[in-house]
């Protein structure tokens, strides 16, 4: 059974920075896209950044410059740092991962921007 681990999110201030990792387990295959969404109360799940196994990125708008993601194949793992944080990035942090038709996610890091 595949699960999916994150960890390291929390409260920053506006302007600072946090790195969360994601871990993957029970698999045997390697997965297509790793990645990261968020949803923040009421609404609905965004996608925040993306890699593909040739390492080619896809980021929301809201979080160029200001995100970047890494990936390690060989471990299926994945990484968000997060610079600049703003109170809008404030949400809960999803890892997934993509193999064929099939969908993984983790439980979910809350990640808070506030003074």
């Known amino acids: 059974q595949v699960q999916l681990v994150e960890s390291g ?21 390697r997965f297509n896209n790793m990645g ?15 890699m593909t196994t040739d390492g080619i990125t896809n980021y929301a708008d809201s979080v160029k410059g ?11 793992t994945v990484d968000l740092q997060m610079n600049s944080l703003e109170p809008a ?3 809960v942090y999803f890892c997934y991962a993509k ?4 969908t993984y996610w983790g ?9």
């Open 66 to 76: 200001r995100f970047t993601i890494s990936r390690e194949n060989a471990k299926s």
């Open 9 to 29: 999110g929390g409260l920053v201030q506006p302007g600072g920075s946090l790195r969360l990792s994601c871990a993957a387990s029970g698999y045997k295959f």
């Open 99 to 102: 193999w064929a038709v099939a």
């Open 107 to 115: 439980q979910g890091t809350q990640v808070t921007v506030s003074a």
């Open 36 to 50: 990261w969404y968020r949803q923040a109360p009421g609404k609905q799940r965004e996608l925040v950044a993306d």
């Open 89 to 91: 990035d404030t949400a």
